[in-house]
């Protein structure tokens, strides 16, 4: 009996594919991508440590031979049931292996449509869909040609194999579009390859969504939709804010499913998910690029299954396993049962910081399910946020209440935008009174505080009824508007 499923890369959200497949009474076996040495390879083994020591049974794990054939016969040997494409480093191997050994998958000679965004976006002009006019980009001459021929000033570069937002750059005009392409030019791509290709796009200005689907015999089904909060920093880059999940399709949603769904079919997927992220504009959407993968983000499996009733990579693993499951599940309304967001956390610059109030905030939110701070008390310094892989933290909140939810994630954007300080800061919560003399022994001790710990305090005595003398005299409160602000904020949190 074939009992082996084989998971290309299974980081991200797709570690929940080794549970999965346990659950469901098979073996889970690890294929590692080949990465060839450098930044991309670093960030890798980085995250397989920590996903790996999550692993609390024996798993065997396989490395990708730089000889395809090598690789081919090592998981010939292993009789897989499947062959599943894990994160985006394990899309081009595992679509190639299951192709190859007559598994259920997608053609491998769809993989350039699958993984390439120039290519992509001729697919869906060929299949007569909406596409976003895009060339690729090899210097600087080549990049003020399309300027010209297009007649555009607003566009975006980046790479055309890439994730995570990583090299994406939204630029206004030929000097900011100089100084991307030379910053580029040199970089590394998120997976070592050694010829950076860049692609040159016009820009689109609307709202950004996720569809994610899975597919049986050529037939998407919904598994869900998100909508973005993401933020151009001064450099151009674009970093994520934070996620909403869409509880009800609108007329405006219900159009994009159907897109989607069409988009899907012009890239030639047959038989896997796609993670695809769009716009939503005066004239519709368009597809911004697809990932023929589960959504990323590290999605905790139990948040999903809050939300959505189920969560992505078992729904997944269900249809590739069984065809009758896929289309029962096709047959079913979209309906998720709680609003979930996900909020990400970043900084605006380097920094040294020695405290952070983010724990004692987070934890006291009633929709807070789980998360993590880049600091939490173990580092001194966090670095500028550029992209996914340098956000300094990431929260999923879900409630039974949709509008505690939505209080919460709201507080947390704000706070961030407004009052940085309370998250990660080298400076005390509070102002200082701008007459010396009101620096009392009491007011000095509560300057010197550590943040996290005074927070919590803070937090700790409106939730227990305010017994006792106040954490915070008045005489500091009253010394600066800020500091009312920060305490009418902590109260909040507390329910006071």
């Known amino acids: 009996m074939k009992n082996r499923i084989v998971v290309a890369e299974p980081m991200s959200t797709a570690f929940g594919f080794l549970e999965d497949i346990r659950q469901r009474g098979y073996e889970p076996v690890i294929l590692e991508s080949y ?6 390879r670093r960030l890798m083994d980085e995250e397989r440590k920590i996903k790996y020591s999550r692993i609390k049974y024996p798993i065997a794990i396989i490395k990708e031979d730089p000889d395809y054939a090598v690789t081919l016969q090592k998981v010939r040997e292993l009789e897989p049931l499947l ?86 750059h939204l630029v206004c005009g030929r000097e900011e579009l100089a100084a991307a392409l030379r910053q580029e030019e040199t970089a590394e791509n998120m997976f070592g390859e050694t010829e950076n290709r860049l692609m040159l796009q016009e820009r689109i200005f609307g709202e950004e969504y996720i569809v994610n689907t899975v597919s049986r015999n050529g037939v998407p089904a919904l598994t869900s939709v998100f909508r973005y909060y993401k933020k151009q920093m001064p450099s151009g880059s674009i970093i994520y804010r934070g996620l909403e999940a869409v509880t009800e399709l609108g007329q405006r949603e219900t159009e994009l499913v159907r897109y989607a769904f069409d988009v899907v079919r012009a890239l030639g997927i047959t038989d896997g998910p796609v993670h695809g992220e769009y716009m939503i504009d005066e004239q519709g959407p368009v597809l911004i690029e697809a990932n023929c993968r589960v959504m990323g983000g590290s999605a905790p499996s139990g948040f999903l299954d809050k939300v959505f009733g189920y969560h992505e990579t078992g729904v997944i693993l269900d249809c ?57 008390g173990k580092t001194d310094s966090i670095a500028e946020t550029i992209d996914l892989e340098t956000e300094i933290g990431c929260v999923y909140m879900v409630h039974d209440d949709p509008e505690v939810t939505k209080r919460d994630f709201d507080l947390l954007m704000l706070i961030e935008e407004k009052y940085p300080d309370l998250l990660h800061s080298d400076k005390p919560l509070f102002l200082p009174p701008e007459d010396a003399s009101g620096l009392t022994p009491d007011i000095r001790f509560i300057l010197g505080s550590d943040t996290e710990s005074l927070i919590n305090d803070i937090i700790s005595f409106y939730k227990n009824g305010s017994k006792g003398d106040p954490i915070i005299p008045e005489k500091l409160l009253n010394a600066n508007p800020y500091n009312r602000e920060i305490m009418d904020i902590l109260k909040s949190i507390s329910g006071a």
């Open 35 to 40: 990465i060839p040495e450098g930044y991309a």
């Open 320 to 376: 590739m396993l069984d065809s009758n499951y896929h289309r029962d599940f096709l047959e079913k309304p979209y309906r998720p049962i709680r609003k979930g967001y996900v909020k990400d956390f970043y900084s605006g610059s380097s920094k040294t910081i020695f405290s952070s109030g983010i724990v004692p905030i987070i934890l006291n939110m009633r929709s807070y399910y789980s998360g993590w701070v880049e600091n939490a």
């Open 83 to 168: 062959v599943i494409a894990g994160g985006e480093e394990g899309v081009v191997i595992g679509t190639r292996l299951a192709d190859d050994l007559g598994l259920t998958g997608n053609p491998f000679s769809n993989i350039d449509k699958m993984t390439q965004k120039s290519v992509m976006h001729d697919a869906l002009k060929e299949a007569g869909l909406r596409y976003i006019r895009g060339e690729e980009v090899s210097s600087l001459e080549d990049c003020l040609l399309f300027l010209e021929k297009t007649g555009k000033q607003d566009v975006v570069l980046k790479h055309v194999h890439g994730v995570a937002s990583v090299g994406v």
